[in-house]
Nanobody, 124 residues
Framework: VQLQASGGGLVQAGGSLRLSCAAS????????VGWFRQAPGKEREFVSS????????YYSDSVKGRFIISRDTAKNTVFLQMNTLKPEGTAIYYC??????????????????WGQGTLVTVSS
């Protein structure tokens, strides 16, 4: 199983980026795929996730209304559209896949597979 995260980069505050998580070795129609981020000196935190059915998506309060998670089942890829980025959004963003259910989608230990991360830097 591999999860390849990409799309990070340097952006000014207020700008946008779209992250991609390309999965191989598993089908995103059978796993919940989530995005987490870890800022320097901080613990990894939940950002967003989308259930295997595609019918439910979840967001942390800090990104709700600004980020949108989506997927392309034909490409077996999950996307995170990040709008109105803030400097506190600077972090390594990781995608992960697991059998997370509604009550556990925000918990990193509910995900079995992790990508290598992509760095997002938001300048003020």
């Amino acid at each position: 199983v591999q999860l390849q995260a990409s799309g990070g980069g340097l952006v000014q505050a207020g700008g946008s980026l779209r992250l991609s998580c390309a999965a191989s070795g598993l089908s995103i129609t059978q796993y919940t795929v989530g995005w987490f981020r870890q800022a320097p000196g901080k613990e990894r935190e939940f950002v967003s996730s989308i259930r295997w059915s595609g019918g439910s998506s979840y967001y942390s309060d800090s990104v709700k209304g600004r980020f949108i998670i989506s997927r392309d089942t034909a490409k077996n890829t999950v996307f995170l559209q990040m709008n109105t980025l803030k400097p506190e959004g600077t972090a390594i963003y990781y995608c992960a896949a697991g059998r997370a259910i509604t009550s556990t989608v925000r918990q990193s230990n509910a995900y079995n597979y992790w990508g290598q991360g992509t760095l997002v830097t938001v300048s003020s």
